[in-house]
T-cell receptor, first 112, second 114 residues
């Protein structure tokens, strides 16, 4: 079993829809939860990260963490074609080198 | 947000030659940088952790003599692919650690070995 599981999709939704992207994890030691967005042939861009269970909002993006279920989500409201990208969840291993453990990434397409 | 650059963005080299890729943190100092490799439609695979002034730490299965990493300053890490072969063709991405937690990624370097 992988430490972080993420449905690779692809996921295709119409413009304006609410998008829900999800990851599950198995390591209880994970304390921080990050979301990256990666456009084709570009490096990942840090969208936001959370520490505790609950919600964190940044513009059209909301990150949600449920530590009891080991489940995290990223919601995108009023989705735009420019949101079309691959979204990766990631969790840092705090001890030592702060390496990131990534999910497989979900390919998202927003159709105009 | 923090900015990380990579150079070159795309390189083509002949089999058997060596290629150097640079990773720079432009507006912050980074004691720790990371090098990743990414194949099409796959997630990032960590190759090594680069620490300024010390030897890099390589992930299991990554040949340290083939992928030479040098972190000579707090803003520059380099990855040299030695004696490149077509199977080394890939997308190489670096990241720099700002503070204790936030990793900022470069735009990536596409390497094609002919």
């Amino acid at each position: 079993q992988k430490e972080v599981e993420q449905d690779p999709g692809p996921l295709s939704v119409p413009e304006g829809a609410i998008v829900s992207l999800n990851c599950t994890y198995s390591n209880s030691a994970f304390q921080y939860f990050m979301w990256y967005r990666q456009y084709s042939r570009k490096g990942p861009e840090l969208l936001m990260y959370t520490y505790s269970s609950g919600n964190k909002e940044d513009g059209r993006f909301t990150a949600q963490v449920d530590k009891s279920s080991k489940y995290i989500s990223l919601f995108i409201r009023d989705s735009q074609p420019s949101d079309s990208a691959t979204y990766l969840c990631a969790m840092p291993i705090i001890q030592g080198a702060q390496k990131l453990v990534f999910g497989q990434g979900t390919r998202l397409t927003i159709n105009p | 947000g923090a900015v990380v650059s990579q150079h070159p963005s795309w390189v083509i080299c002949k089999s058997g030659t060596s290629v150097k890729i640079e990773c720079r943190s432009l507006d912050f100092q980074a004691t720790t940088m990371f090098w990743y490799r990414q194949f099409p439609k796959q997630s990032l695979m960590l190759m090594a952790t680069s620490n300024e002034g010390s030897k890099a730490t390589y992930e299991q299965g990554v040949e340290k003599d083939k992928f030479l990493i040098n972190h000579a300053s707090l803003t520059l890490s380099t990855l040299t692919v030695t004696s490149a072969h077509p199977e080394d063709s890939s997308f190489y991405i670096c990241s720099a650690l700002q503070g204790a937690l936030e990793q900022y990624f470069g735009p990536g370097t596409r390497l094609t070995v002919t």
